[in-house]
Each structure stands twice: as C-alpha cells, then as structure tokens.
C-alpha cells in the first residue's frame, strides 16, 4: 500500500512539472502567411488619362454676315461635303475693293493648297503601290525559306504604314478641296455674283464625324472666323495620360497598354503611340508640384468594344513596362531589410526560419523573387517585432 503511494505521488510530481513546463513554454505567434507563386508577371505603372481626337476641324464662319439657325447638334453624324451652315453675306464685302482682292487672295491659297494635297495624295499612292509589290516579292522568298519572319514582318509593317499615310493624304486633300470651295463662295459673294434668294452661303463638312461641339446656333450676325461648330471622327479616338517624368522616361512607343475602369467591365488593349519630349508643371490636390508628360495611347481593341466611349471621357491606363511568364513572386509585404539585404521569414515545421533572398522586379503590392525561394514555400506577411528566426508560429492564411 505504501509502494502505491508513492508511486501516485510520483506520478502527481511529473504531472505537475510537465505542466509547469508547458506554462512555461510560450504560444506559438500567429502570423499572416502567403503562398510562394509562380506565374505571369508584370511590372506596370498605371495613371488616369481622358480620350481625345487625334484629330478635329472647326468649322467658323467664312465672312462676317448673317447666320442662319444651326439645326444640327453635339452627337449629330455629318459626311464630308454636307451642309453644317448656311449664312448670308452682308452687302458690304461686294462694294469694297479691298474685300473684294483679299477674297481672291484667299481662293487662290485654298486652290494651291489642294493642287499640293493632290500631289502629295498621288506620291502616296505610289508609296503604297511599291509596298504592296514588294510585300507580294518578299512573300513569295518566305514561302520558300529564303528570309525569316521578322523581315516579313517589316515589310508588311512598311505596307501598312504606307497604306495609312494614304488614307490621311486622301482625307486632307479632300478637306482641302472643300476649303477650296468655301473660298470660292466667298470670292463669288465678294465679287456680287450671288443675289436675291442665291445669295445665301452654305458652308459644308470637310469631313466625316460628328458633332462634337456647338458654339453657335441662334440666328444673328457673325463676324468671319467665327467658330460655329467642330467636327471629329470618334473611330481616331485615343487616350492622353500625363504621367510623371519619373514614369514617363520608362514608357517607350509600341509597349502595350491596358485601359481600365472606363465605363465597362471588359478591358480594352492599346499601344503607346507618343511620348511627348516636353513635359509640363502641375500641382496635384495636394499641392505638390509636380513634372508631368504627355503620353499619347493607340485604342487597338475592335470598334465595336467601346462604341459608347466618347471624346474627354475618363479612363485608367496600365503601361506594362515588362511582362513573362514563369515568374517566382510573392506579397511585398513579406520582404523587409536587414544587414543590407532582403530577407523573408519562412515557416518550415511550425517555425519562422529567416532566409536571404534575391529580388528583382516591383509590380503593385507583389515583387519577384531571383533567388532564395520556391513555388509553394510559405512566406510570413507583415511580420511583427514578436516574429524571430526559430520562433514557433500559428500561420492563418
């Protein structure tokens, strides 16, 4: 009997060291963790940016005169060689010489301007003629083998330059035709060969678009140079952001560009077109001065994905500076300096072990990883003063 109890006494003893020592022992820190990825990856920067026409024509009045009332609205669709306006010249610019050889002048111009614009139209079109020839002989040398694909790719990027610097000639010798014709009907009112209900001047569109703005529209008198209305094709319809310097210098034309939060849930691809040389001074809400630059942005997503998108709307810009795939990342916020190098806390057998890593590039809240880790590892985020090499962790994803 006395054997027994001694050996529950025993027995009490070690239960009571062992939880003694157990008191003793501290809790396991619970951390955040994140899971070693690997994948694509994108090093951007982002900045928000309005939509713009590349290109847009104001169409003012021609001589100072009475204007009729304009019917046509911001949204209207016009073609080019409609009439936008009608106004009737005042009886003055007939009896004056004055008006009369400056009116003449003016025709003169406007008629020079279009025979250029035909000749520059005509040496675009032999441009494109001999892109396509020589597109149609290089072809034939790929299909066999004799040249790679990347000299074909340049030929068929000289072919398709060649054809949009023709469409943009034909486009501005026809705009300088219709001027021509505006000039004549003021040489012609000028000069007294309209009268009576004839008298009446009717400006016409120089191109095709719609109605962007309305200056005027009640019936009154103008004087010459006037804007009225002004006309722009929404289908050359792009994107300005200003970036900062600092951003701008790492954004070269060509890379590819991510337009976001414009309206729709689909994100719409484009290219940068333009990185201005000149920058800007602005101050942000804050007040901070800062150096801004003008970057122009190419929409290539297909028309009919942003029908509804309009000149001076709002959109967010991702300029993917870098992009692969295949990529070791992980949460920025894992990553902390020490001794001059990047280290990590990774946890292995219920515990933090610290480990030197090998960094490269930055993109958003996420930073690849060169060296130091492997897809699948379990990194510490945000860790705390309480998180040390050894320590036990409960980690909660």
């Known amino acids: 009997m006395r054997v027994i109890k001694k050996i529950i006494l025993v027995f009490l003893v070690l239960g009571m060291a062992a939880l003694l020592i157990l008191a003793l022992i501290p809790s396991p820190v619970p951390v955040s963790i994140s899971i070693v990825e690997k994948g694509y990856f994108a090093e951007y920067t982002e900045d928000e940016g309005t939509t ?27 073609k080019a060689g409609e009439m936008v306006f009608s106004m009737e010249p005042v009886p003055v610019p007939a009896l004056d010489s004055r008006a009369l050889k400056q009116a003449r002048e003016l025709f003169e111009v406007s008629r020079a301007k279009y025979q250029a614009s035909q000749w520059e139209y ?7 003629e001999l892109a396509f020839k020589e597109r149609k002989r290089h072809l034939a040398l790929f299909d066999q083998g004799v040249i790679s694909r990347s000299a074909m790719d340049r030929v068929e990027n000289e072919l398709e330059q060649a054809a949009a610097a023709e469409a943009t000639a034909r486009a501005a010798m026809e705009a300088a035709r219709y001027d021509m014709e505006n000039s004549r009907a003021v040489f012609e009112v000028s000069s007294g060969a309209l009268a009576g209900d004839d008298q009446a001047l009717v400006v016409k569109a120089p191109q095709s678009g719609v109605i962007l703005r309305r200056e005027r529209y009640q019936e009154g ?12 094709d929404l289908d050359d319809l792009e994107v300005q952001v200003d970036l900062l310097s600092v951003e701008a210098v790492r954004v070269r034309p060509g890379m590819r560009v991510i337009l976001e939060h414009w309206g729709q849930k689909n994100e719409l691809s484009g290219k940068v077109r333009l990185v201005e040389p000149a920058g800007f001074k602005k101050v942000s809400a804050l007040g901070v001065d800062e150096q801004r630059v003008p970057v122009f942005v190419e929409i290539i997503s297909p028309r009919q994905e942003w029908n509804n998108l309009g000149h001076g709307y709002r959109v967010e810009a991702r300029f993917i500076l870098w992009e692969a795939d295949q990529v070791t990342y992980i949460p920025s916020s894992s990553l902390f300096r020490q001794d001059d190098k990047w280290k990590v806390f990774v946890v292995e057998d219920g515990r933090a072990v610290l480990r030197k890593v090998e960094t490269g590039r930055r993109s958003g809240l996420l930073t690849q990883i060169v060296h130091g880790l492997t897809p699948g590892e379990m990194v510490i985020t945000h860790p705390g003063d309480k998180v040390r090499d050894g320590i036990r962790v409960d980690p909660d994803l």
């Open 122 to 128: 005509s040496r675009a079109v032999s441009r494109t």
């Open 221 to 232: 008198v103008v004087n010459a140079g006037e804007v009225i209305v002004e006309i722009g």
């Open 52 to 78: 713009r026409l590349r290109f847009t024509r104001t169409v003012s009045a021609p001589i100072n005169g009475y204007l009729h009332r304009v019917e046509l609205e911001p949204g209207d669709t016009v």
